[in-house]
């Protein structure tokens, strides 16, 4: 059964950082590529970055570049959302899925992250 356990939120002051961490399970994490996206509340989800099933970063929303790096582990089952010089505008919910995706309707419980003084 596919899982994605996200992990790592926090409420952080603006400017600084967190490492949130996806762990899959389910299905053959390196042959998927994996996409970070984040939801704010009224908001729809919307996409923050993917990395290839070979680690080669594919793309960072506008809004986060220079500030988001992605990474995996494919030996572990685990991506990485390295976030830096965070931002108010940045607070949502967090979520990791894979692309194709392993199982259609599958999400995690996501992981909060909230930006704030």
């Known amino acids: 059964q596919v899982h994605f356990v996200e992990s790592g939120g926090a409420l952080v002051q603006p400017g600084g950082s967190l490492r949130l961490s996806c762990l899959a399970s389910?299905?053959?994490?390196?042959?998927?590529?994996i996409i970070w996206y984040r939801q704010a509340p009224g908001k729809e989800r919307e996409l923050v970055a993917t990395?290839?099933?070979?680690?080669?970063?594919?793309n960072i929303a506008d809004s986060v570049k220079g500030r988001f790096a992605i990474s995996r582990d494919n030996d572990k089952n685990m991506a990485y959302l390295e976030m830096n010089n965070l931002k108010p505008e940045d607070t949502a919910v967090y979520y990791c899925?894979?692309?194709?995706?392993?199982?259609?309707?599958?999400w995690g419980q996501g992981t909060q992250v909230t930006v704030s003084t």
């Open positions: 899925n894979g692309l194709p995706r392993p199982a259609l309707g599958i």
């Open positions: 389910g299905f053959s994490f390196s042959m998927h590529a």
């Open positions: 990395i290839s099933s070979a680690g080669v970063v594919v």
